[in-house]
C-alpha cells in the first residue's frame, strides 16, 4: 500500500527537525511486517529507516507504548534496540520510525551473544513486579500494574485478564475456569519466587534481528519487570532458539536447574493471548499446558 503524499510530507518535516537537517525520502518500499502494522523502508538523503504505520483509533499508543519500552532496554546498556528516531500522528495514521537494521541469519557468534546480553538485560531489577505503564501484548493491551510477587502479578495482571476475555468470548468453559482457579490457589508452590528482571515480553523467534555485524537487536517489546523464565519459556513456544542461545545464557546467569519445567506454565499467558486474537486453534494447546499444573 503506497504511502500518502500528505503523510510522506509530514514524515519528511519532522524529521528534518529531529534530525536537524533537511530530509527528502526519495522512497518507501513496503516490507513484511505481520498482522498488526504497515511497515516500509524509508529511503531518505540521510539514510534508511524502518517505518511502521497503523490506526490511531484501532490502537490508541501502541506506537508510545513500543517507544517507551525501547528506549527502557536501550537505557540499560545491555542489550541492542533500534534507535528511535520519531514517534508521531497525522490524523489516524500513527506511526513509529526507527534504525534500519539489515538482518541476516543467526550465527553461531549471534546466538552467542544474544544469550550473553539477554542475561544481562535481566540482571536490571525493581523492587515490584510490572511496570510504571500499561503496555501491548500484540494487538492487545496488556496491564502492568506493580505487585511485589511474580505469583501475584502474573495471576492478577497477566492470567486473568485473558482467562476473562477468553470466557466472555466462550472460548473456555466452566471446567477450563475451574482449572486456572485451582492454578492461582498452587502458583506458589510451582516455583521459588526471586527478584524481578526487566524482560523483553514476547521473546519469540520473530522478535529479534541479527545485523550484518552479527550483533543482536530486540524488537517489539512488551516489556515490565517479570519473572525472567516467562522471557526464556517464550523462546521455546515457537520453535527453540539455537543450543548455544541457551548455554550463552546459562554460564552468564544460570536459571533454576527445573526451570524448563515450567515453560508450559508461563506460556499460558500467550497462548490465552493467541486463543483470544485468532480463536480455538489454540484452545487444546491452553489446556494441555493447564492440565500439568492443576
Known sequence: MALSAELVG????????????????????PISGGSINQTYCLHANTGRYMLKLNSKSAYPDMFACESTGLKTIAATNTIAVPEVILQDDLGDNSFLILQWI?????????????GRDLAEL???T????????????????????QQFSWAGFFIEERLQPMVKMAADNGMLNNTDIQNFERLYLNLNNIFEEERSSLIHGDLWGG???????????????AVSYGNREFD??????????SD??????????????????????????????????????????????????V
Open 102 to 114: 539489515e538482518n541476516r541469519r543467526a550465527t553461531e557468534k549471534a546466538s552467542e551473544a544474544l
Open 207 to 221: 522478535n529479534y534481528l541479527i545485523s550484518a555485524e552479527e550483533k543482536p537487536y530486540l524488537i517489539d517489546p
Open 122 to 124: 535481566h540482571r536490571i
Open 244 to 293: 548455544t542461545f541457551y548455554e550463552s545464557y546459562q554460564e552468564n546467569f544460570p536459571l533454576h536447574p527445573d526451570w524448563q519445567q515450567r515453560t508450559d506454565l508461563w506460556n499460558l499467558y500467550p497462548l490465552l493471548l493467541h486463543l483470544n486474537l485468532f480463536g480455538a486453534g489454540y484452545l487444546e494447546q491452553v489446556r494441555d499446558g493447564l492440565k500439568n499444573y
Open 10 to 29: 509530514f514524515i519528511q518535516s519532522r524529521l528534518s527537525v529531529v534530525l536537524n537537517q533537511t530530509v527528502y525520502i526519495d522512497s518507501t518500499k
Open 126 to 145: 525493581a523492587p515490584y513486579f510490572g511496570f510504571d505503564s500499561d503496555n501491548y501484548m500484540g494487538s492487545l493491551p496488556q496491564r502492568n500494574n
Open 232 to 241: 526464556l519459556a517464550m523462546t521455546t513456544l515457537f520453535g527453540s532458539f
